[in-house]
């Protein structure tokens, strides 16, 4: 059986850093295991036009392991020439790089491993809408340079308490940041999903649900993306959405990039319709060096708190996602029943309503 | 009466911003009342050396008002000489800045806003243990600086969750702190305090406590400090105690500079004792431009989290205290008495136990 990986180099940080399962060189841990059972394991972060290593194999691999990091986008151009195509397994969580209408029709598998991330991204938003809020990075960018004026930082620094703060999507990643919420004593938490949440879990973060978005965001002082990408999601947060904001408000969003269009964001931030805009996720991966968003700042010189994808692979998610990967493979090898949670496509259909299946 | 304020420089941005209350410019507030009543307001910046504002006006002000972010320092040679003051209020929370015994001697009362910004340190505390452990700074200046390389911010990358967590001082800040950090899950909440916290705060954040010093740090993936400066706290973070930390643990200090000794800091985070320092308060303030902190590194080129002292002079946070001095000021122009938990001197004694005394 062959295996095809696509993942992150990790260079030198890979061979000091044994728990970098995530990269190139430590191949989710998975080598050793694979090779001693006769498998064909190859990995690589070479992943765009004909002559990648990811185009070259795709052709003939039975399994493909990707992440949303470094994302392998697998098209439906390539799912017709992945003849021997059986499983696509995402080292994560969130499989739009996947056309999932063709893995459907082509009666592939796409597996996630469910919840491996959810905490580390949660974390990394609440982190986010702390700094935005609080004007960190300027501050931070002040003591580098050696000055200290408090008032320049001051004037635009602000606490997270009694504010209204927002998530778009309340699922596995939103109720989550919903839950770290609540000690901070928010003015409201409110969300919008196509869903209501159950009730118990409403009641336990005092969470209200709004079902226009408009009037959604037009009540948050703070606006936060967790929902799932897909044709619904792609572009919401555009220049007509945006304007429904509140002036000034925060917005977060390390769901996916393409949820934002990134010129509407910059152009809100430039004229201060946003304070800030912060997230790790970016349409495309690596985003290029000219990318708007790198240095999208407020009318005040701050506000913006970009990095890299990287708030779902903490060493700690990369301990559950590369457990998860395995399971995954040991219940395809031996024919054992996937969990369910994993099962994004099954043999041709969706077995979630997270990518949009109503 | 005469009343001398030192508070820092808003310049420009306090003339855009009047909710920049704690300026010199926009002097909390206060200097239409009090001229209505006949009162002298001196407001002023220059806080250094015998010829600043302040060492020429403290000789016959009676209120002194000062802040915790661009402090006036009140040593007990500068009381000898203020024959007239009766009474120095802090606005804000911390009043180290004053020789508490010499205010003590020459029967000065000593009182803060108390409460005033507790939540905004306790948010900034939050905000800055988050960074610390999910590597947020090098990630943010790699995308800046235009690079792409997930495994360098990823290596030293980590979640919150199931991480032991410790405050030194579970006081006002602390208690907040750890009230915040509940829905985290870390592995265990722990604190060291001279006093335990009642049965059910304790309860309620499920934190235990730690009565040996070496002890506690020991057991500590993050420290944070959240006690007052006074002769048993100056330096209490040295060569010593930092040997007792767990290799690579996180802390973060929004208390006061000195309670850490700056070089001994320093040498940890260069050795990778500490993975991350970070905090808003120095010794001295502002901060000279070559203090040690404003550039100290981990091996890994990460880890400093600092900014200037802001954190409790949030817009939000100025409100409050400008509130509460006006407040004080009134009591005391018209005789009533103070709010018993703003008092720290009272006439010739003190009337609180944070600042040391047992």
Redesign the interface.
């Known amino acids: 059986m062959k295996i095809l990986a696509i993942l992150?180099?990790?260079?030198k940080?890979?061979e000091?850093?044994p728990?970098?399962l995530?990269?190139v060189e430590n191949k989710l841990g998975l080598e050793d295991w694979l090779k001693s059972q006769g498998h064909e394991l190859i990995v690589s972060s070479d992943k765009e036009g004909p002559d990648s290593v990811f185009q070259k194999n795709i052709v003939d691999a039975e399994v493909l392991i990707t992440t949303p990091?470094?994302p392998g986008y697998l098209t439906r151009e390539l799912f017709d020439k992945a003849k021997n195509l059986k499983i696509c397994i995402t080292a994560g969580v969130g499989s739009d790089h996947i056309d999932l209408n063709a893995a459907v029709d082509h009666k592939i598998q796409v597996l996630e491993v469910s919840g491996s991330n959810v905490?580390?991204v949660a974390?990394?938003v609440?982190?986010s809408i702390?700094?935005l809020v609080?004007n960190?990075?300027p501050?931070?960018e002040?003591?580098?340079r050696?000055d200290?004026?408090?008032?320049?930082?001051?004037?635009?620094?602000?606490?997270?308490?009694?504010k209204v703060i927002g998530t778009i999507g309340a699922g596995r990643i939103g109720y989550r940041v919903l839950?770290?919420l609540?000690?901070?004593?928010p003015k409201e938490l409110i969300y919008y999903d196509y869903a209501p949440l159950p009730a118990a879990a409403a009641e336990a973060v005092k969470a209200r649900r709004v079902e226009d978005l408009k009037e959604f965001v037009s009540q948050c002082d703070v606006v936060t993306v967790n929902c799932p990408l897909h044709e619904g999601t792609r572009g919401l947060v555009n220049d007509e959405l945006l304007s429904h904001f509140k002036k000034g408000a925060w917005l977060v969003n390390t769901a996916r990039g393409a949820i934002c269009d990134k010129d509407a964001v910059a152009r809100a931030l430039a004229s201060g319709q946003l304070a800030g805009y912060s997230g790790?996720v970016w349409d495309v991966?690596?985003?290029p060096?000219d990318h708007v968003?790198?240095?999208a700042k407020n009318p005040l010189g701050g506000g913006?708190?970009?990095?890299?994808?990287?708030?779902g692979?903490?060493?700690?998610?990369?301990a559950r996602y590369a457990n998860g990967v395995r399971s995954i493979l040991e219940n395809y090898l031996s024919g054992k029943p996937q969990e369910p949670q994993n099962i994004i496509i099954g043999l041709g259909k969706y077995e979630t309503k997270a990518y949009g299946q109503r």
């Open positions: 992150y180099n990790g260079f940080a890979a000091e850093e728990r970098l995530g990269t990091f470094h905490v580390s974390e990394h609440v982190m702390l700094l609080r960190f990075i501050a931070h002040m003591i580098e050696g200290w004026q408090v008032s320049d930082i001051a004037r635009n620094a602000f606490d997270l308490e009694n839950q770290r609540v000690p901070f004593d790790d991966q690596p985003a060096k968003w790198r240095k913006n708190g970009m990095v890299p994808h990287y708030s692979t903490t060493l700690d998610a990369q």
